[in-house]
């Protein structure tokens, strides 16, 4: 027991060292997961050599993230430039609630908050988004550097180890359908924010799409986030409402319905243990390490179930109690009785 915790901080210890070259190293695997059977498809299927194959997905990968990139880069220089109208209009709202929470009895003094809300750094937090955005856009390049590598590198034959061939079927499987449920959330977002009029209403249709890779809480964060902009757009709350209600009820329908429906038991991951990856991975890698906290966490627990010393953590990730020999319930067994001076010399 020692020996594992030891081992568990040094790795914990190595993947934070490595941050900066395993984080793009392992969005470039997820990445190649997705985009390899277009490449099979252009060799198999089009007669495409190997380089060529690759160029044209490289290409494809490439404006994706370009255009993304593009698209937050120039939504926040247009939120910059209509910072100074939504403060006046947040202002507005901030002295509107002051007046109805005291006219309830709820005395705030409305110049306080006034003051504090002007002194929100508006301006740097938009800056900071957009650099933030910058060196996305630069750690794309290492990204794609690591993604041609696995694309040239690839062999179309069948893997032979059960452990591999598993990790493959599972993650795989899970990253399709885990990205055409988030590409669906994301465009109804998009679409319903649209109706209503909210200004960037596609970023907040791709930060949905991303959001919705992270178990539990990225729903509930995408349906916050448009909140705020909708509440310093309108004068009244009648819009809100009927906004969030629709949010809420497209991620119950497909978060409740579709998902498991399609997803099921894919990972086989305990709800209890997936929030304990969100947090750990979150811990190392930020928002990135919460993305990749489920397959990442998949891929420890089938690794963990062929071994017999550490099959009992991998049934503890899959929320089961280890099973002893007769298929029950492992019990510590008690110990023998001490026979006493008395009874060993009767």
Known sequence: VSLVVVAAVAIAFGLAYTRPVLVPLVVATIIYYLVSPIADFLE??????????????????????????????????????????????????VGTVTEWLDRRGLTLSRDAMVAAFSELPTQRLVQASAGLAFKLVQNG??????????????????????????????????????????????????????AFGIELALVFGVVTFVLNFIPSIGSIVATLLPIPLALVQYDTMGPVIAL????????????????????????????????AALVFWGLLWGVVGMLLAAPLTAILRIVLAQFETTRPMSELLAGRLPEGDDGHTAERPSAKPVPTPDAASR
Do not use: E
């Not at 499987?173 to 959330?185: E, F, G, Q």
């Not at 498991?260 to 209890?272: C, D, F, I, K, T």
């Open 141 to 194: 390049t290492l990204v794609m550097l690591f993604v041609i590598f696995l694309l040239l590198g690839r062999t179309r034959q069948l893997i032979k180890h059960p452990v591999f061939r598993q990790i493959d079927r599972d993650i795989r499987r899970y990253l399709v359908l885990k990205t055409l449920i988030s590409l669906a959330t994301g465009v109804m977002f998009w679409a319903i924010l649209s």
């Open 244 to 275: 969030v209600v629709l949010m809420t009820l497209v991620q119950l329908i497909i978060g409740n319905g579709i998902d498991p429906l399609l997803m099921g038991q894919n990972l086989n991951l305990s709800p209890v243990t997936i929030l």
């Open 44 to 93: 198999l299927r089009l007669r495409f050599t190997r380089w060529l194959s690759t160029f044209v997905v490289i290409i494809l990968v490439g404006v994706v993230l370009a255009s993304l990139g593009l698209l937050f880069i120039t939504s926040a220089r247009g939120l910059l430039g209509s910072a100074d109208v939504y403060q006046v209009k947040l202002l507005d709202l």
